[in-house]
């Protein structure tokens, strides 16, 4: 609506030469003061109206603005705006959860009040749904929860909440689905499912096949799952569906480690060299990365170490003997270790015979004790000062299935007893003898 002042029937026509043709604007010409009246008038009836409208919304979110829970308050903010599903919603919880004012009997009132003026959020569904659980009313209560899961079928929260109430119910297939729906959606809730179906069933197979999905993530989180729970059954059915995956050396370490502490170091060997691009088929026993030709990953059967500013130990490229680089130990000559921090696993066969070679390098390694390295009881002659690249050959007999091999130095007892300088090693191999 535009107000104008009316022109001269001249002007009016020159403007205008077209009179009967639509301009696209409405204008009202309010010559008189009569008409100004009438068009003051009817704006005021419209906003008056408007306001009427609107008025309860703005003051119910008013004195709402400071979410105090208090029932008085959203009393108050539900008269002046009823059909506010969400204020319905807040004083159910007030009057459910709040010992100060607890009343069951309004809270169930206000729940259902909640639904009826919003039938689309699945929160007020599921909080009705637990008041009818409370109540004994079993058929409202799935009803409430079959509702809370059509307006959100892939919200994992809701699944995990279905799958509760009919375990609490006694319906175990249909927990069983809302659980398995659950895990599928959001990974995270694998492990609230794992532990809820370790209580019910406590057999791996079932839970296996019905409750964890076949993803690497899922997989992952029930192979760590069983192994916390000592069930090498459940963490080898975890690794079969696991090994389908692409995963890291390090993801696959706890599991090794594992099946070490099983004695079953050929099975942690296989599940080491699972992920091998590059595995040994010469049939000589495995020796991973003897020529340090990566970096060592420190776990599995790598190499492990432990560096730290008094021995630091780290891959060199520069001093090698055989391969792409050797491992260099450096140490600072501020303590008098009883050094043994640089180790390998091996998986043999017990009862056979073996050879173990490699290559030593040591610059100025001070004090009486010098740099050795150990396999199953065996130890090669001990390294001080410096010298050049040296081969050892360490025959020895396998006490077990699985050895280690060990840098060691032993404490000096002089005086003088601060161990300094560097040792380099490479070419580790071991082979087995008739």
């Known amino acids: 609506m ?3 002042t009316p022109l001269p029937a001249e002007d009016a026509v020159a403007d205008n030469p ?32 408007l306001l009427y409208h609107t008025w309860g919304t703005f003051l119910a979110a008013w004195i709402t603005r400071s979410k105090t829970p208090d029932p008085a308050i959203y009393e108050l903010a539900i008269h002046y705006d009823p059909t506010n599903a969400d204020y319905h919603f807040v004083l159910a919880e007030i009057y459910n959860n709040s010992t100060q004012y607890l009343n069951p009997v309004r809270a169930k009132q206000e729940y259902e009040a909640a639904v009826r003026y919003n039938p689309y959020r699945s929160e007020h569904w599921v909080a009705l749904s637990k008041i009818y659980e409370q109540e004994g009313d079993v058929e409202r209560s799935r009803y409430a929860m079959t509702k809370a899961l059509e307006n959100d079928p892939n919200y ?32 995270n809730y694998t492990v609230q499912v794992l532990d809820l179906v370790w209580a019910l069933y406590g057999d791996p197979d079932v839970i296996m096949a019905t409750h964890v999905p076949n993803t690497r993530e899922a997989n992952l989180i029930a192979l760590a799952y069983f192994m916390a729970r000592q069930s090498p059954r459940g963490a080898e059915l975890a690794w079969s569906r696991l090994k389908a995956f692409e995963t890291k050396p390090q993801e696959r370490f706890p599991y090794i480690d594992y099946l070490i ?4 170091p050929q099975q942690a060997w296989e599940v080491f060299a ?8 010469s049939g000589n026993p495995p020796f991973y990365n003897g020529n340090f030709d990566s970096e060592p990953l420190n776990g599995g059967f790598d190499w492990r170490y432990s560096t730290s500013d008094d021995a630091e130990v780290r891959r060199d490229t520069t001093t090698v003997k055989s391969g792409m680089a050797s491992l260099l130990v450096t140490f600072s000559g501020k303590q008098n270790p009883n050094y043994g921090d640089v180790w390998h696993y091996l998986p ?10 490699f290559w030593m390098k040591t610059d100025a390694i001070s004090t009486n ?6 396999v199953d009881g065996k130890s090669s002659e001990k390294q001080v000062g410096t010298t050049y690249w040296q081969e050892f050959s360490l ?10 091999v060990v840098l060691r130095r032993d404490p000096s007892q002089k005086f003088d007893n601060l161990l300094k300088g560097k040792v380099w090693l490479d070419g580790f191999t071991v082979t087995a003898v008739p």
């Open 274 to 281: 699972a992920g091998l691009a590059d595995k040994d088929t």
């Open 18 to 49: 077209h009179p009967d043709r639509a301009s696209g604007n409405w204008e009202i010409e309010l010559s008189s003061w009569p008409r100004k009246l009438c068009a003051i008038l009817l704006i005021l009836g419209v906003s008056g109206v």
């Open 369 to 374: 004790e010098g740099m050795y390295v150990t």
């Open 395 to 404: 025959p020895f007999t396998a006490s077990s299935d699985l050895v280690r």
């Open 261 to 264: 502490g099983l004695k079953q």
């Open 348 to 357: 043999l066969e017990k009862g056979k015979n073996y050879v173990l070679k």
């Open 2 to 4: 535009k107000l104008v």
């Open 156 to 187: 994992a929260l809701r699944h995990w909440a279905a799958a509760n109430l009919y375990v609490r119910l006694g319906d175990q297939k249909a927990a069983d689905f809302e659980m398995r729906r659950a895990a599928d959606l959001d990974v």
